[in-house]
């Protein structure tokens, strides 16, 4: 399926489109945060797959991300209807306006790494440009299908699927809970 690093990089995707922007969230309407908030948001999205990156997160680089989420969010939902022809749009103008390109870096004492993006690249960028190429490669690589919107009522969150089955239909176990509950409702009313 996905190797590590771009399984890494599908999760950071996922983070961002579902920390940056707005909704429903299990079951509640979800307002992205704004402001001085998003930099402390947008580094605990990013976690350790971005540690290559210098963390410069000032208002710039915040509504830069906000932008790409929003951007990704629109792959998740093109899969999801099934439009891969539109997927296949929205990353390939990603990967143009982020200018992501393979490259092999390496700090001292460690392997060589690849990067999707330039060393000299802001955070913003860098972080862009990985996800922006994490998409292509699923998208391109027969695994569009992995790439999912949570299917309970209310909620729009965006999810990798990594099952070995591919039967992955919610964003988090609280959301298939939710919905295995109102089906049992249902079914008793």
Known sequence: MFDSHIALLLDQAVSLVNALTDGEARGRPYAAPHGAELPGVIDAAVGRTAASLPRDIDAGQAAHLVGTARR????????????????ARVVNALLRDTA????????????????????????????GASCATALALAVGGGLAGRLGVCRADRCDRVYVDTSRNAA??????????????????????
């Open 72 to 87: 990704m969010r629109e792959v998740f939902l093109a899969v999801q209807e099934g439009d891969l022809d539109a997927a």
């Open 100 to 127: 992501a390109r393979p490259r092999l870096n390496r700090a001292e004492g460690e392997p060589w790494q690849v990067h999707f993006h330039g060393s000299d690249d802001s955070f913003a960028a860098g972080c």
């Open 168 to 189: 992955r239909q919610f964003c988090s176990t609280a959301c298939q809970n939710r919905s295995k509950a109102a089906a049992f409702r249902a079914r008793q009313g």
